[in-house]
């Protein structure tokens, strides 16, 4: 009889299961289930109170109920017997900590704490802390941190230092009812395996672990000298490795979820690294651009170097004994979305209702009819910060060249190419650092966009493979489930057997890639101007904006 995994995908705004066999990696169910709270941007549920700008929480029972409804409702869709499971993985968003007591009880669930906004989990997207990120950057470099360079220079607002650091500052208390600051990824493996196992790959790009330790006592008191016990205190806890078993699944877990109890539950993993397996990428040279709300690029290589402005290299941190690279852009799907709802027209929401299309296709096909550059418009894919290579999330988004003969098609082809641009960017840096990209593997939510794609295998010169399944990141935690198992000896072995790439889907063509090679020098020279200090405007514009909303 055939076994069966349950890979779970938490992203943004909900999370996914899907069923897999093991073997041929075949999706036989699978389930959606949206976060009853989503993302908390403006006010704080339980007391209506207004959070102020680039702040971003969810609630952490959201995540239970996904375990509770997703879950059964995928394995009722499949088909498949509860008793053929023999593993389930899951994967996160990531950095996405939160505070809880020792026995995992997270602080914004006890009634002393339901109304402080920051006893809540900090999403990945909760970019206020980019003030403690430039201290933590400042103090790591006048005291030449030896891990810095691990992370390009810099660490980022998103990560689980800026955020701690940023707790306490802010709500001190809360700080010290923490006793743990965890990962929203290894919290949910807690609950579900009943142990508490901080998974190698948050560890490493998120929390600053670096040959096995963290930043020293030192450091951190040079940050603030109530930060010194941070880690000690905070974050000290058993490491996991990728696709290791961290325990059985809970009798209360297996109440939730109708799987069976005792199965094996797999230490935690991000919603990126994770979807290498699907891919088939866990050897060396292989870009996986993730491409979503946000895009993730992610390589393994056996070469260790350091590439200005990428997120992290972390021996383990993709799969067990190689290095993991990753950058990223922490909007791009996100900037579409952005401009679909607050900048279409009504006349293009009424021809969008009339043809019976989504937005992002109607905007896709009118602005596919026109050639490269015919819009006069460039760019910058800033809208959500920047996470590489300037690690800044006060930088803005530009569009440069409006004028009244601009239509929506145009601006939102714009902003399709800004994001193509920026994942060059990268890619060229990681060039140019030593480690060679080859071509690019696309996984997520935005691989269904044919014209996006095009328009990335024109402007990185590059062809693209697709993943085969539509749900990267959710199959490949299924493969990470399938390992914990024990059906594979490792990764590679489980990604070999269950993973699936179409090659060579999208090719560049050589007459749109000269057209682009022009623009995208337009936008480095914006990129530079903006982003390297010629010009500070946008740090001005959000120091006035923060004074505006304290006062
Ligand atoms: N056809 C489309 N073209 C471009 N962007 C799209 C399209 N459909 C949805 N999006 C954007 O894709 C994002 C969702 O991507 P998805 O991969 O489903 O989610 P996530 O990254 O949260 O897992 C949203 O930000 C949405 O605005
Ligand atoms: O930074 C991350 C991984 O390192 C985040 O998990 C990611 O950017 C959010 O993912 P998504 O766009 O799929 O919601």
Avoid at 257 to 266: E, H, Q, R
Avoid at 376 to 396: F, M, P, T, Y
Avoid at 440 to 447: H, K, M
Avoid at 469 to 481: D, F, L, Y
Wanted: hydrophobic share 45%; charged share 20%; proline share 5%.
């Amino acid at each position: 009889m055939d076994s069966y995994v349950i890979g779970v995908d938490y992203g943004t705004l909900s999370g996914r299961a899907v069923v897999v066999r093991v073997g041929d990696g075949a999706t036989v169910g699978e389930a959606v289930h949206d976060y009853r709270h989503g993302v908390i941007e403006r006010r704080l549920p339980s007391s209506g109170a207004a959070l102020p700008p680039d702040w971003a929480l969810q609630v952490p029972a959201d995540y239970v109920d996904v375990l509770k409804i997703a879950v059964p409702a995928a394995l009722a869709a499949s088909g498949v017997p509860a008793s053929s499971v023999i593993g389930i993985g899951t994967d996160f968003t990531a950095s996405t900590p939160m505070p809880v007591k020792a026995d995992g009880t997270p602080l914004c669930e006890l009634p002393e704490f339901a109304d402080r906004p920051h006893a809540y989990v900090k999403l990945w997207k909760h970019h206020s802390a980019q003030p403690h990120a430039e201290r933590i950057n400042a103090v790591a470099a006048e005291r030449g941190e030896p891990w810095l360079a691990r992370y390009g220079g810099r660490i980022s607002s998103e990560w689980e230092f800026a955020k701690g650091l940023q707790l306490l500052e802010e709500d001190p208390e809360i700080y010290a009812a923490t006793d743990i600051w965890i990962e929203a990824a290894d919290w949910i493996v807690w609950k579900l395996g009943g142990t508490y196992v901080r998974n190698a790959c948050t560890a490493g790009y998120k929390a600053i672990r670096q040959d096995g330790a963290y930043p020293d006592k030192d450091y951190l008191a040079a940050l603030n000298p109530e930060f010194a016990g941070f880690v000690e205190e905070k974050l000290a806890g058993p490491i996991g490795a990728l696709g290791d078993r961290a325990g059985g699944l809970t009798a209360e877990a297996a109440a939730w979820t109708g799987l069976p109890a005792g199965i094996a539950v797999c230490v935690g993993n991000v919603d990126a690294h994770v979807a290498a397996a699907t891919a088939q990428a866990t050897r060396p040279g292989r870009m996986v651009a993730i491409m979503g709300t946000s895009t993730c690029h992610i390589m393994n290589s056996d070469v260790l170097a350091e590439v200005p402005g990428m997120c992290g290299v972390v021996d383990g941190g993709i799969v067990a004994g190689l290095w993991g690279y990753e950058a990223g852009q922490s909007g791009v799907g996100d900037i579409f979305g952005w401009f679909v709802e607050h900048g279409a027209p009504a006349s293009a929401h009424e021809e969008a209702a009339a043809r019976g299309l989504d937005l992002h296709d109607l905007l896709s096909e009118r602005a596919a009819a026109q050639p490269v550059g015919a819009h006069g418009l460039i760019a910058l894919d800033w809208h959500s910060g920047n996470r590489s290579v300037l690690v800044d999330h006060e930088l803005s988004g530009v569009i440069v060249g409006l004028t009244l003969a601009t239509r929506p098609e145009d601006i939102y082809r714009a902003l399709l190419e800004s994001t193509a641009f920026g994942t060059r960017t990268i890619i060229e840096t990681f060039e140019a650092a030593g480690v060679p990209v080859g071509d690019l593997i696309i996984a997520g939510g935005l691989a269904k966009n044919a014209f996006l794609m095009q328009i990335y295998a024109d402007v990185t010169g590059r062809t693209l493979d697709v993943l085969a399944s539509a749900q990267g990141s959710a199959v490949g935690s299924a493969i990470h489930a399938a390992v914990a198992a024990g059906a594979y000896p490792d990764v590679h072995a489980g990604a070999d057997a269950m993973g699936g790439v179409q090659r060579a889907v999208y090719r560049p063509d050589p007459d749109r890639k000269a057209a682009y090679d022009e623009l995208y020098a337009e936008y480095v020279t914006l990129h530079d101007y903006f982003g390297r200090g010629t010009n500070d405007v946008m740090h001005r514009l959000k120091r006035i904006q923060r004074k505006v909303h304290a006062s």
